[in-house]
């Protein structure tokens, strides 16, 4: 499995922007997986709610798929030499507030399931008030 770290997660007002970024091991993607052919995807849940895909990232060609509640609004974007992927969020909504997660998984498929993800980080706040 490869190790993810969530960060950048807090409270904003709607209308404003936040950045989270993911962390991948550089060794666990490595020594576990092949570098050239898995995504990472991020998810969030929001209490009493189940985890819904927010869109996700396919390492080897950067190609990107977005859930409809987020597209033109959250970007994702990757770093392969930091072994970072980052969801940049704006005009944020109260509807967005959840913890996010991200995940990895060796290659790419859609629609993105929860299920189909075996790595995962251990998420960050985002709150958005009115």
């Known amino acids: 499995q490869v ?3 969530e960060s950048g997660g807090r409270s904003v007002q709607a209308g404003g922007s936040l950045r ?3 962390a991948l091991s550089r060794y666990s993607v490595s020594r576990t997986i092949s570098r050239d052919h898995y995504s ?6 929001a209490p009493g709610k189940e985890r819904e895909g927010v869109g996700g ?3 080897s ?20 030499a ?21 995940a990895a ?3 790419w498929r859609l ?9 995962w980080g251990q998420g960050t706040q985002v709150t958005v008030s009115s």
């Not at 060609?61 to 392969?80: E, L, P």
């Not at 944020?92 to 996010?100: F, G, I, N, S, W």
């Open 82 to 102: 930091k072994s970072t992927v980052d969801l940049q969020m704006n005009n944020l909504k109260p509807e967005d507030t959840a913890m996010y997660f991200c």
């Open 40 to 45: 990472v995807a991020w998810f969030r849940q």
């Open 3 to 5: 190790q993810l770290q």
């Open 57 to 59: 990232i396919y390492n």
């Open 105 to 107: 998984r060796v290659g």
């Open 20 to 22: 989270l970024s993911c």
């Open 61 to 80: 060609d950067g190609r990107t798929t977005y859930d409809d509640a987020v597209k033109g609004r959250f970007t994702i974007s990757q770093d392969i």
């Open 111 to 119: 629609p993105l399931h929860s299920s189909d993800f075996d790595s």
